[in-house]
């Protein structure tokens, strides 16, 4: 019992000393290393345990496995080198070894008791045949390593050597003369083998692997390069990215290795390549697809909608529209970057917004909201393209979105995107005034630039000049070179309004004097605003009286119209009139 105590007292402190000197070392990690060398242990003592006990036997020696061990015990370690091991590992092996070798010293000498027909020299020769696999093993391993030749004769031991290393002296001849010729005979086969063994894994490393290792790192490249050409907008086409054999060389530092792995390397990327490549591609391909068929269906209750991505939120609110219909938001594949245009830098996706009932459209009793996901500087808007243009929207930055109305009226679907404007001038006397968000709107059109003084003086009246130069930049006019306009006397006035005028007389929009002038510096009334609107809006149905009523009705204003139609309008009232008439598709 005190021996058992002490054993285990020795064993605890080898693990605390261990530790101490090891911290970075887990006990666990320590228990388990424990365990296996202890198995290790316990399955040599096992076949030593197995022989000795034969030999013991054979030689009719008593049972005595105690003795048998000491003796053992040497050979195992001076065989196992287990002096260069750790003194935790050492005991733990040892531990296992001296079990293993009771149990089999033990099991095997009394089955032989009971029965044996085996000779010595039998016993001899598989004894020796143990032992000489082994120590063949080992040396022809070591001696490849070497580079030393295939020649077993070099380094087996001796019958001298034999006879005192494994106290063979002590037995009998017919079995030592057993144990030397199964010794050598399985010294030959085994040093012949693990040399044979070890050239052949080493080829084998250095060049069959290289195929393995290749296409591992190709089909990682490929699949890098797949969702990026796929996210580009460019063709299925694995062949157009695959790198050069010279590229590959150089990123995978092949030039230093064996030029058959180099080969396989080179033929395993390409292979692993093309596979990354295309299975990504179509893969992504395939996910869009299926997220943008997503189509809601919307009642009069109204819904919100989301897209896959969550960057785009559609908000319906209850009763804006009444017939049930599908609405659906797509996300253009379409990379950000192609977006641009030379003013505007996106910074989302395009999102389409499809309609789809018996119509194709809705009427809007209510607005509708657009909300994107947006973090950055306040120079962002949510635009719309509208004819192959991406036309500003009055949008709200707050916190982490920024968010647009479409108005009520006839909606058939849109296609939006946000981006920011680093250019547009910022006017000051805007922000105060009742038509603020048209005003502003407007100027990130850039159909109104202000004055010099940063300025846009949305209270102050208009010239008929002013008023014409302003309907082109809304409605796009393509001016051409036409010298009619010195038909009127008093062409030298028109100034930076002169090919407005033009235009705008040629289609039969607005007309001169009967003195023949133009008098683009008067200026220009409610009445002649009507006359003219109806010449220019769709269908000819344009009444004044409309946006005076749509004024006082949204924006709490009350124009100088309802006094006279004869009374001169003001900056901001011809704003906030075609900005009405342009984003119901009047214009």
Known sequence: MGCNIMKKSVLLC???????????????????????????????????????????????????????????????????????????????FLKGFKEGFKEFYEKTYK????????TPFDYGVSHGSFFGSLLGTTFGTKEYHEGKTNDWRRSVPADRQLIKEYSLNRDTDIYTEGFIIGFKMAYEENYSYAFRHANVENHRLTKEKGFLHGEIAGEKQGVFLGKMDFIDGKANDWKLQLPTDQKITLQANLLKENPQYREGFLAGYKEGFKKGYIETYQQANLTSLLENTNYVE????????????????????????????????????????????PRLEATTNKYIINVANHLGYVSLKEPITLEFKYFGTERAGIYQLVEGEWRYLFSKIEGNTISTMIPNGTYSGGEYAVFIDDTYPLLKDIYTHWAREELYTFVRRYYVSGYTDGTVRPSEKVSRGEFVTLLSRVLKWNFQNNNSTAEFNDVKEFGVHGKAIFNAVEKGYIKGYPDNTFKPNNYITYQEIEWIMQRIVKGNSFLWLDIEEQMLYEKYTRSQ????????????????????????GKL
């Open 298 to 341: 919307v009642s009069m209750l109204g819904n919100t909608i989301n897209t896959s991505d969550n960057m785009l939120t559609c908000t319906i609110k209850p009763g804006t529209f009444y017939w049930d219909t599908f609405i659906s938001l797509e996300k253009e594949v379409k990379p950000v970057y192609l977006l641009n245009t």
């Open 14 to 92: 080898f693990i605390l000393i261990f530790i101490m000197v090891f911290p970075n070392v887990t006990f666990a990690n320590i228990i388990n290393q424990n365990e296996i060398a202890e198995e290790n242990g316990r399955n040599i003592g096992r076949m030593s345990g197995e022989i000795s006990g034969q030999r013991d036997y054979i030689n009719n020696r008593k049972n005595n496995w105690e003795s048998a061990y000491k003796e053992e015990e040497k050979r195992v370690i001076l065989l196992y080198e287990l002096e260069k091991e750790t003194t935790i590992y050492r005991a733990f």
């Open 561 to 584: 119209s309802i006094f006279s139609m004869n009374y001169h309008i003001t900056r901001g009232e011809i704003i906030y009139m075609l900005h009405q008439l342009q984003n119901r």
């Open 111 to 118: 089955e032989l008791e009971s029965k044996s027909k085996e």
